[in-house]
């Protein structure tokens, strides 16, 4: 069964930048839709990016050329590259796939001050 362990959320200015890792477990990886996803305190977790075994790529608008997401087969790994970061960007990121249970990551934490 597949395993996701997140990180690279942290505390950031606003404008600044981060990356989150999402290192997969086990060998379904490459076969898979990939996702990332938000969720603020009282608030539904909502889709940001996904991401698919070809490297086609689909974003939320709120976050349309600021984010990337992109994938590494290899490593087993995807990423969000999150850039020009505003305060209400500030949301617990899980990363996800759809087995098709869905799974998910522990969560990491994504601050932006003003």
């Known amino acids: 069964q597949v395993q996701l362990v997140e990180s690279g959320g942290g505390l950031v200015q606003a404008g600044g930048s981060l990356r989150l890792s999402c290192a997969a477990s086990?060998?379904?990886?490459?076969?898979?839709?990939m996702n990332w996803y938000r969720q603020a305190p009282g608030k539904q977790r909502e889709l940001v990016a996904s991401?698919?075994?070809?490297?086609?790529?689909d974003y939320a608008d709120s976050v349309k050329g600021r984010f990337t997401i992109s994938r590494d087969n290899a490593k087993n790994t995807v990423y969000l590259q999150m850039n020009s970061l505003q305060p209400e960007n500030t949301d617990v990121y899980y990363c996800?796939?759809?087995?098709?249970?869905?799974?998910w990551g522990q969560g990491t934490q994504v601050t932006v001050s003003s």
């Open positions: 996800n796939v759809n087995l098709p249970m869905p799974r």
């Open positions: 991401i698919t075994p070809g490297g086609n790529t």
């Open positions: 086990g060998s379904i990886f490459s076969i898979k839709v």
